[in-house]
């Protein structure tokens, strides 16, 4: 999961991110291409059975995603003990948090969201095309250099994979922490109308 590390490091320089310049990094770290170029770049790389992509949206917004750990549905179609699968992946994901905030970045976070399926934390902080807040069992948020960086464990689906995702987003997706000190516009108080 170093390689994961390395490349945020690597992408958090990158002002803007971009699609050519994340493919570029990707590259350069020995990632492995996937074969799925769109608008003639690579979208998807390997790395020590780690998969990463590269997801551009409208207006050129650029995310990119790990899937550090994954495990599938069995030959059913689902998994014989989901709960054992969702402890597993969070064992994983705690053991991976440390590398996150031990990394040469760590200075640079500032938590925004945690949470889990017992309801700790903050919730409701957006989900965003890496993810509804309703598809994860858990996960940390945090404000990284203008971006936000998400590590989570995710099922999109009873019939999909459980994963534990790591991703590194534009700050539309999850209000950073600069941002907690200005009420969003639906809370501020309503104006009332002056009579006559």
Same mark, same amino acid.
């Given at each position: &999961?170093?390689?994961?590390?390395? &490349?945020?490091?690597?992408?958090?320089v990158?002002?803007?991110l971009?699609?050519?310049?994340?493919?570029?990094?990707?590259s350069?770290?020995?990632?492995?291409?996937?074969?799925?170029?769109r %608008?003639?770049?690579?979208?998807?790389? =390997? !790395?020590d059975g780690?998969?990463a992509?590269?997801?551009?949206s409208?207006?050129?917004?650029?995310?990119?995603?790990?899937?550090?750990?994954i495990?599938?549905v =069995?030959?059913?179609?689902?998994?014989? =003990?989901?709960?054992?699968? $969702?402890?597993e992946?969070?064992r994983?994901?705690a053991?991976f948090?440390?590398?996150?905030?031990?990394?040469s970045?760590?200075g640079?976070l500032a938590?925004?969201?945690?949470?889990?399926k017992d309801?700790?934390? =903050?919730?409701?902080?957006?989900?965003?095309? %890496?993810g509804?807040?309703d598809?994860?069992?858990?996960? !940390?948020?945090?404000?990284? %250099?203008?971006?936000?960086?998400?590590?989570g464990?995710?099922q $999109? %689906?009873t019939d999909?994979?459980v &994963?534990v995702?790591?991703?590194?987003?534009?700050p539309? $997706?999850?209000?950073?922490?600069?941002d907690?000190?200005?009420?969003?516009?639906?809370?501020?108080?309503a104006?009332?109308?002056?009579?006559?």
């Amino acid at each position: &999961m170093t390689a994961v590390g390395a &490349m945020l490091e690597e992408l958090g320089v990158l002002d803007p991110l971009t699609a050519e310049g994340a493919a570029a990094r990707f590259s350069a770290r020995g990632w492995a291409p996937g074969g799925r170029p769109r %608008d003639g770049v690579e979208t998807s790389w =390997d !790395k020590d059975g780690v998969g990463a992509w590269i997801r551009t949206s409208g207006g050129g917004v650029v995310s990119v995603s790990f899937a550090v750990w994954i495990r599938d549905v =069995d030959e059913s179609g689902y998994f014989d =003990d989901v709960e054992a699968v $969702h402890e597993e992946g969070e064992r994983v994901l705690a053991g991976f948090l440390p590398e996150i905030e031990g990394s040469s970045f760590a200075g640079r976070l500032a938590e925004v969201g945690r949470t889990a399926k017992d309801g700790d934390g =903050d919730e409701g902080e957006g989900g965003g095309e %890496d993810g509804d807040e309703d598809e994860f069992v858990a996960l !940390k948020r945090w404000a990284l %250099d203008g971006r936000t960086l998400t590590a989570g464990l995710v099922q $999109h %689906d009873t019939d999909l994979p459980v &994963m534990v995702v790591v991703a590194l987003s534009p700050p539309r $997706h999850v209000p950073g922490a600069a941002d907690r000190r200005r009420r969003p516009r639906a809370a501020l108080p309503a104006r009332r109308r002056r009579p006559g």
